[in-house]
DNA sequence: TTTTATGTTAACCTTGTGGTTAAACCAAGC
DNA sequence: GCTTGGTTTAACCACAAGGTTAACATAAAA
């Protein structure tokens, strides 16, 4: 009875493609029945409204995007490992969707509660473990003092902003798609010694960054 | 004959804030018309249609906010004066018009191309004098090697990243807005001192910052 | 006072859009 | 063969949204 020809996860693909593209005001029904290569009522059958379909996109979305990098942040291992498994994990998510920052920033704005309430169920992020951290590499004299919100922010900043502002970046510097991966790679390499220059002088000995190009795990 | 009761500058005032709060696509000419107490007609008698009344909010909001942080830029001041100016700039900027960052980078990914005009026209970002700068100091022993590129970067990021994603970082770290509002304070203080730890252990040294709290000029 | 150019409005037009409906399609079970 | 139930479509609907028009208001110029 059931044929199940994949209809409704074509339609959640190119959906997704759609509201990325142009966000949820700009996006039209029509054009995701298009391009999934249905007839618009088929959008409805299955997703009953735009509103419930667009749900189902962020919420993928932020599924997909949250849960590893989390992850990585509530972990057991060492404020170092886990700074560098972090930019991994991001630049690795963004690398296979490019869109998703930018997408998620944007429609953030547009509604604030969709966003709280997911926040709310899946785990929270554990302020309190990363502050022991940092409160450990203060007191044995390795760390400067820094209040772990600006910690979490500065490290998500460096990893998020270039693909959120990556219009303004590439206009005013006038950097072409092919330079701008270039800068992007370097960032992906440079951000953990960074972080450690801002922690404190004795972060990371092993990883000191003294030249341009620089190495990787 | 010109009556001159500032009727344009009334429409474009309220259709700044419509169109920060909804986007291009979701804000409605009724609604500006509607908040600026006037007939929708008369918004087409001065902005012939809904993208002209968007370019011009665009364009000043563009204007508002770049002139000060490339004059900043371009200046001739020290790096670390120049770093310090920076923020102050861009936190008095957005305190003013909190609505900007994310206005622009929003619109922006709608519309890349607007945004690359405006960056030709307006002055573009001396690269070459900031990377000298840089140089420089790499050559005095002061700082240690970044990219120019890296470093503006990641100046902007530290100021443009809270704003733009202020909703998300209330959301997860259940920060009400006194409390988000307290952060920024403490980033406008701190943001020199990470730059200057990032750029290397000679740079700013009356500034370095071993406590929370920090000092402001 | 009449003219004239600018401001302003109510009413209207056209198109696009999210959403619905009723009918057709089609594979499996009887 | 015929029913059955999920799937798919063409046609349709109501209404919202951008934009236009023609008339009206008003103050300065003649």
Redesign the interface.
Known sequence: MQKDTGTEQLILRNAEQIFYL?????ARMQEIADRSGINKALVHYYYRSKARLFDAVFVAALQRLLPPLVGVLNSEMALEKKIDAFVEAYFSMVSSHPFMP?F???E???N?AV??K???ESG??D?GKLNRQLEAGVAEGRY????V??F???L???C???F??R???Q?????DDKRFEQ?LD??RS?IPG?MA??L??GALPEKR????GAEQP
Chains 1, 2 share one sequence.
Not at 144 to 147: K, V
Not at 171 to 175: K, M, Q, T
């Open positions: 142009r966000g949820f005001d700009g930018g998620v920033i944007q953030m704005h547009r604030p966003f709280r997911f926040a709310g929270l992020l302020l400067r003092n820094i209040a919100e600006q979490v922010i500065n998500l900043a460096f998020a902003f270039p959120i502002a219009q303004a970046i206009a005013f510097g006038a950097f800068i370097e960032r440079s960074w220059e801002m404190g002088p960054q003294t030249s341009r």
